[in-house]
């Protein structure tokens, strides 16, 4: 079975530019997060979608930042334009079930290493 | 949200078991304790998770406390594979979505 996919892996864009990230989940999986590490910090949520529908996007930085799942499948997360600030690693993970299971377990992928110039 | 605490890092030789420990003092009753980890150049790794018993399966060994404010993730012999990062989470029906601190970085010496 194919696990979380994310691409690209790697991204180099200019400030100001634009880049989308996919994220692909296992089959199945009607949950969907978001997270990204920034250099030298933790790892921090950004959004949590079910299906197709955002259940908690609290994590979201600003408004240069917009994710979606189409059909509730596959899932990008634009940056629009790109600051300095939005490099660092951007994980994809997913899980079996609705959001509210305490015991599920989350897969996650290779995540996107995104560096703006 | 009930937070853990866990040591910044640790050391081991490989083939010694290794004990990761993780303070949760304010762990709430149904709060589950959920172990990732983090190997160089991936994403977080789902390890093992438990509520009240001890829980064992092919990766580890998850120890919980009796009172349930500790727990203790256990390699019974370290390799060089498993060097990496660490995360102890506490899941709850409040606040469901994991949340990662620092973790434990685990250095395992050949």
């Known amino acids: 079975e194919a696990g979380v996919t994310q691409f690209p892996s790697h991204s180099v864009i200019e400030k100001g530019q634009t880049v989308t990230l996919r994220c692909d989940p296992i089959?199945?999986?009607?949950?969907l997060y978001w997270y990204r590490r920034v250099m030298g910090k933790e790892i921090k949520f950004l959004l949590h979608?079910?299906?197709?529908?955002?259940q908690d996007e609290s994590g979201m930085p600003n408004n240069r930042f917009l994710a979606e799942r189409t059909g509730g499948t596959y899932s990008t997360l634009k940056v629009q334009p790109a600051e300095l600030e939005d490099s660092g690693v951007y994980f994809c993970?997913?899980?079996?079930?609705w959001g509210r299971g305490t015991n599920e377990k989350l897969f996650f992928g290779s995540g996107t290493q995104l560096s703006v110039l | 949200d009930a937070k853990t605490t866990q040591p910044n890092s640790m050391e081991s030789n490989e083939e010694e078991p290794v004990h990761l420990p993780c303070n949760h003092s304010?762990?709430?009753?149904?709060?589950?304790i959920h172990w990732y980890r983090q190997l160089p150049s991936q994403g977080p790794e789902y390890v093992i998770h438990g509520l009240t018993s001890n829980v064992n399966n092919r990766m580890a060994s998850l120890a919980i406390a009796e009172d349930r404010k500790s727990s203790t993730l256990i390699l019974h012999r370290a390799t060089l594979r498993d060097a990496a990062v660490y995360y102890c989470i506490l899941r709850s029906g409040g606040s469901y979505i994991p949340t990662f601190g620092r973790g434990t970085s685990l250095i395992v010496h050949p």
């Open positions: 089959s199945g999986h009607d949950n």
């Open positions: 304010t762990i709430s009753g149904t709060d589950y």
């Open positions: 993970a997913s899980s079996q079930g």
């Open positions: 979608f079910v299906k197709e529908s955002k």
